[in-house]
């Protein structure tokens, strides 16, 4: 799953991710698009209700619960 | 309702939305229209007043009044 | 008065408008022009001296006394 | 003396200006040059020294005393 | 390794780096890619878990653990 | 010494300038050089050693001692 | 060794450079490498270890160990 940026969320459609925001919280959802500003869409993962990750640093990662666009300047990292 | 994330705001043209902004405010509206920039523009649901919704991470989602404008780059969400 | 964000714009020319600031400030004129970076350009409303609004967030609007430039980047959101 | 942003700025050019600035700094001088970016070129006013002018805000303006480029990114807004 | 810094990125593809953020987090893994924004790909090193490195600043390198997208903007060294 | 602000910048070469960053650090020396982001190159005045100004807000003017590049983004002002 | 801001770093190129970063720490090391966004790469100055210098301000500059992709963003000023 390496590659360019960009490559590596088209390979990550449809897969579940962890987005990293620069206001601290933590996204866990299903990458359902992108664009080249890192503009994303994820959508909730089926079966998934009121998930709580572990996240590495120790923070929490909240499931999402409905299809969200989040801006891309928000973004720090993206878990694949 | 998946797909990039300007697909995504284009197929929820007309629906409510909430757009969580960067200073922590949260407003609800009907997404009336938006640019590629993320400026979107949201009126007032007819038949809602003043409606406060619980918001994931426990804020509160204020009902817009009039139509009002948002620039793109003050946004961090879009729930559609 | 709905459509794109410099639709909405264009539509609310010579009427007055709210523009909420980064800094916190909200800024009440006339809307006497604007331009693609979303820098506004408005004007004190003939008949109106000193006039404090209520804006929704409890936040005061000033009613400007002077043709004023604002830059783009400070806006968060225009109330049309 | 309406119209958008840079035509406000092309007419302007010659009159004195209050210029506020994001660091809550503002400058009062007559407008000498500016380009897209919204950078400006203020220089003293002839026959005002040290003149501190009551801001709209209760902030004081600083009357320059120096030909001052002003970087367009700090600007918040300028009073024509 | 000199050279000018997207070649620097070039020449380091499968190797460790260590990247430093504007959160004053470190992240340690092997680069997997890079682009022009210098949005980078990190995956982790094959045989390393939960290696903590000694950071130059005394601050601590986390060892990533999946693959991870960084969106450039948050960068702010790279030591190849 | 009016004019738009890169003409005030190519008419200051080989004089002294004030540069006043959003750090609040003001940087005093002859200007060698510049581009289109403001990015500009101070080098020392002779004959000038440590010399401390009084600036207009009642901050410190530093001399600089070396050839200096400043990055455009962290000007406020550069008074010519 | 004035000129225009990039013109002054092609000059530095296998010369030591002190760079101040926006987050207050100041890197040593001989410049290896820029591009137009004034991202650099700086190396170790071979024969020199741990060298701690005195900044203008009173700062340190930390002489870097490896060779280090810096990101333009970050950059307050170069002195060459």
């Known amino acids: ?3 360019r940026p960009l490559d590596v969320l088209e390979a990550s459609l ?3 991710v962890t987005v990293h925001l620069k206001d601290g919280t933590t996204y866990y959802g299903v990458l359902a698009g992108y664009d080249q500003h890192m503009n994303v869409v994820i959508e909730p993962e089926s079966g998934v209700n009121d998930r709580v990750d572990d ?3 120790g923070e929490f990662a909240v ?3 409905d299809t969200t666009i989040i801006r891309g300047d928000n973004v720090v ?3 694949a």
């Open 14 to 16: 449809e897969d579940p």
């Open 55 to 57: 996240d590495l640093d």
């Open 77 to 79: 990292s993206i878990k």
């Open 1 to 3: 799953m390496s590659g």
């Open 63 to 65: 499931a999402i619960e």
